[in-house]
């Protein structure tokens, strides 16, 4: 009998597995049994209903001869696939919280930008950064797509911050070449260089975790000229991109006036060539019909960050109606306009705007008899899945497939926790209350492609 290989590790769990095949079928196993390859950190077994461990365990190949530890789930426990947050900033971490008396225009020049220039300090950036990327591994987010500032040398201090910590990231340097304060503004040709030098420096790391994305702030700080240069960037480095899209009512109206030869908002990424199958564009509230379908017949995909669109009042988002059509939509933080860290808030968030968008339907308009706001199953899928689409990763990460890598909330609802299970509770009842009750607690482990990162219990 051949000794056990130490390079090939394996870790069984066994117990409450649940996660997401579709907007609305979510499967829930209790007796599912998930082996996880440890030195590649992906999911090599996936079984459901398996009632005699053991005697599973003696059927399956990969196992036979090679070291592996058990990880039984007690009743409270079971794991989640690890959230995915489409839209966030890292350097508003800074100011997260405070300032939210103002729509966003009056609240970029007011708050944002004054924080975001001081990034040019690197000591004060790898505080920063150090410290919200920590919140965010703690609050479950295993990964996240990123926007940075202008400055070329914090973004890369990021960078290696984000990979020293584990967690899988989009990372971008942001572009802002005009509308924006002299103290916080680049030259067009050095903001396309800096981006090209910040791209080469990510991907020279061979990092399969970190990517690099092409990130205009949004069309209102950037000239025609740099929009242009970066599509293309964009295309010969092929890289995702990432930006804001009708976020807000004066927003919109500014836009057309500094791009009028577009048809409308959408149109202007369009024409600029950064409206494609690899975009993220967050929030997208104001749309109008005509506008949904370009998104759409790009393939683009939706932040949906429904915290920031409430306290920024920028307007309630029918997500649910943008998931009926088939369009790509997540949920994104949009940490600092959103105030919290985390994406069981912005599932919370999300469920109150589509509750809100109902009663605007039957209250307002007389027609929402026909509504149905977002259920727990959707409000799962946009966390995990969904958001696994939108950042193009669904091949890796977003539920339990084998094959896929293991980026995992281990979570825990115990009484040592905000949540209280009662003897009537089902499974369906423990994801419910964690979805709406938990705190960080029920975060017992958080994984990232089979490495621990967080969590809160040892
Ligand atoms: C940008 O890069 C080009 C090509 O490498 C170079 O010729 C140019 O001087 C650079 N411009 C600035 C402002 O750095
Ligand atoms: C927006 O622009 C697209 C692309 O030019 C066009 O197909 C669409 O009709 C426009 N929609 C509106 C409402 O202007
Ligand atoms: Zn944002």
């Known amino acids: 009998m051949p000794a056990p ?33 440890v030195a590649i950190g992906t999911i090599v077994v996936f079984e459901r209903n398996v009632e005699k461990l053991n005697e599973f365990l003696s059927t399956v190949n990969v196992l036979q001869n090679k070291h592996y530890t058990v990880n039984a789930l007690s009743r409270t426990q079971f794991i989640l696939p690890g959230f995915i947050d489409t839209h966030a900033h890292a350097p508003q971490f800074s100011f997260a919280a405070t300032g939210m008396d103002l729509p966003l225009l009056q609240w970029l020049d007011k708050y944002t930008f004054p924080k975001e220039s001081e990034f040019s300090d690197l000591e004060h950036a790898q505080n920063v950064y150090s410290k919200v990327i920590d919140r965010f591994l703690h609050s479950g987010t295993t990964t996240c797509s990123w926007f940075a500032t202008i400055h070329l040398e914090a973004c890369k201090l990021f960078t290696d911050i984000i990979e020293r910590k584990g967690q899988r990231a989009y990372i971008g340097k942001v572009n802002m070449d005009q509308n924006s304060p002299d103290y916080y ?4 040709e050095s903001s396309v260089n800096d981006t090209r030098t910040f791209i080469e420096y990510v991907k020279a790391k061979n990092n399969n975790l970190l990517t690099p994305i092409v990130t205009p702030r949004f069309a209102i700080s950037c000239t025609s000229t740099l929009l242009k240069a970066l599509g293309d960037l964009a295309k010969e480095h092929d890289v995702p991109i990432q930006s804001h899209l009708c976020e807000n009512l004066a927003e919109i109206d500014f836009t057309m006036e500094l791009f009028p030869d577009s048809a409308n908002y959408t149109a ?79 599932m919370r968030s999300a469920f109150i705007a589509s509750n809100t968008t109902g009663i605007i339907k039957s209250q307002y308009e007389n027609n929402g008899d026909q509504y149905k706001a977002l259920d727990a199953k959707e409000l799962i899928y946009l966390a995990t899945l969904g958001g696994a689409k939108v950042v193009g990763m669904e091949d890796k990460i977003g539920n339990f497939k084998v094959g896929k890598d293991f980026d995992a909330l281990v979570c825990d609802a115990s009484d040592d926790t905000s949540v209280r299970l009662f003897r009537h509770d089902t499974p369906w009842d423990m994801l419910q209350k964690f979805i709406f009750m938990a705190d960080e607690r029920c975060l017992a482990h958080v994984y990232v492609k089979g490495r621990r990162v967080a969590g809160w219990k040892q």
């Open 5 to 37: 290989s130490s390079s090939e590790e394996f870790i069984v769990y066994y117990g409450t597995v649940i996660h997401s095949l579709a907007p609305t079928d979510l499967e829930i196993n209790e007796n599912a049994v998930l082996v996880v390859n």
């Open 268 to 346: 202007v990424y369009d024409d600029h060539g950064l409206l494609n199958d690899r975009t993220i564009m967050a929030h997208c509230v104001h749309m109008s019909e005509e506008e949904l379908q370009l998104l759409k017949s790009r393939e683009a995909g939706v932040a949906h960050c429904p915290n920031s669109n409430f306290a920024l009042q920028s307007g309630v988002c029918d997500i649910k109606k943008y998931m009926e059509r088939d369009i790509k939509c997540g949920l994104g933080s949009d940490l600092a306009g959103g105030f919290a860290t985390s994406i069981l808030d912005a």
């Open 185 to 188: 503004i680049e030259q067009t």
